[in-house]
Every structure is written in C-alpha cells, then in structure tokens.
C-alpha cells in the first residue's frame, strides 16, 4: 500500500471548517483513499473514502487532487466532538476482505471553544 | 447497518490468568476480522488477521501461542490473552470487513481495555 503523510497535530475553532491534508504521492491507481477517526479510548469511525472523484456524506467531504497524490479531508462546521485522531489511510481493492488496513500515526484534531 | 459488538469493554485480571475478548457482527457476516492492539499515545498495531473456520494469520512479532484467535462461526471471533502479564495491558480492539466492491470496507469494534496486575 502506499504510504501517506499527515500533520501530527491542527487546530480548529468550534464552528469552522476544518481541513486535514494528506499525502500519498505514491499512490498507484487502483488504490483507494480512506478516512477514519478515532475519538479517545474507542474504536476507530469510518468517515469517508475515494477513488478519484471528490466524495461528500453527511459527516465529511473528501477531496482528492487530479494526480490524486493528496487528499484533504473536509468538516465542514466542526464541533468539539469532532476531536479526535484522523487517519488517512490508502488501501487497495484486490485481495477482497483478506486485505488489512494500516494504521499510521494520524492527525489529532482539537476543535476549540 | 455493519455493526461489531466487542465485550468487555474492560477487564482487569491478575498477572497470570487469561482473558477472553469477543467480537460479534451483528446484522452482517464476517469472513475475516482483524485484531488490533494500541498502546497510549500510539496508532493501532495489527495483531491478526482471522478467518472463519482456519487458523488466523498473526503479524512478525506477535506470539500466536500467547494470543489465541478463535474465528468459529461468520460472526463470531474470539481473542484469549493466555497467561496475561503487566506488559499485555493495552486496547484491544477488532476489526471485520465488508468486502462490498466500491464501499467502505471495515468496521470497528468500541475496544477492550485489559489491565493487568
């Protein structure tokens, strides 16, 4: 899988757009982008993914550049329950459900009053 | 839908015993489920891939002797921390996945807090 980047640590203020970047520069074309966040002590939530076209559901909206080398994972109103840590992670369709994920270290957004 | 029920949500145990960690899907069927462990202040380690009705497949590091994983039935896997010590105190948490082409692929369970003492 390719491996993607991300900010260890952002800011937000309740009430803006949050918006978090990743890389993934080596990203091959048949591998998908997949958020996901973990709020303190659970597991983690799935938010969104993406192939090429930028996605949109009632919790995000992802973003995804034409080379598809980076993405930024949009909140629109974020919320102080929108804390968390946010993972991009890439991940590829073939192998069907054996196909593991692989967590890397994250963003930890803290959305402020 | 796609929902993992994970018990308990915490134990603690004595140096020495074991502990049995579940993992159901509710409304689905899941072939293959993942544990992972997390210790504080880091990302999520992959443990173990399970799949129902063969022997899990374990990451480099991971002694399958002490972690055993059961995967019986399509919705239920088990982890057993065998012989459990103050070291193996951390998140457990598992993982199935939904192999549906073009949807996401995996859900999570709340976690499992093990303390050992």
């Known amino acids: 899988d390719a491996k993607t980047t991300q900010p260890p640590s952002m800011d937000c203020a309740e009430g803006r757009a949050a918006n978090l970047p990743c890389n993934h520069s080596t990203i091959s074309g048949n591998e998908y982008v997949y958020w996901y966040r973990q709020i303190h002590s659970q597991g983690p939530q799935y938010i969104i993914h993406?192939?090429?076209n930028n996605e949109t559901n009632e919790m995000a909206s992802l973003i995804i550049t034409e080379d598809r080398k980076s993405s930024t994972l949009i909140l629109p109103h974020a919320t102080l329950r929108d804390t968390a840590v946010y993972y991009c992670?890439?991940?590829?369709?073939?192998?069907?459900?054996?196909?593991?994920?692989?967590f890397g270290k994250g963003t930890l957004l803290t959305v402020n009053p | 839908g796609a929902v993992v029920s994970q018990h308990p949500s915490r134990v603690i145990c004595k140096s020495g015993t074991s502990v049995k960690i579940e993992c159901r899907s509710l409304d689905f069927q899941a072939t293959t489920m993942f544990w992972y462990r997390q210790f504080p202040k880091q990302s999520l380690m992959l443990m173990a891939t399970s799949n129902e009705g063969s022997k899990a497949t374990y990451e480099q590091g991971v002694e399958k002797d002490k972690f055993l994983i059961n995967h019986a039935s399509l919705t239920l896997s088990t982890l057993t921390v065998t012989s459990a010590h103050p070291e193996d105190s951390s998140f457990y948490i598992c993982?199935?996945?939904?192999?549906?082409?073009?949807?996401?692929?995996?859900?999570f369970g709340s976690g499992t807090r093990l303390t050992v003492v």
């Open positions: 992670i890439v991940r590829g369709w073939s192998g069907g459900s054996n196909y593991k994920l692989t």
């Open positions: 993406g192939l090429k």
């Open positions: 993982s199935a996945a939904i192999d549906r082409a073009g949807a996401y692929g995996y859900t």
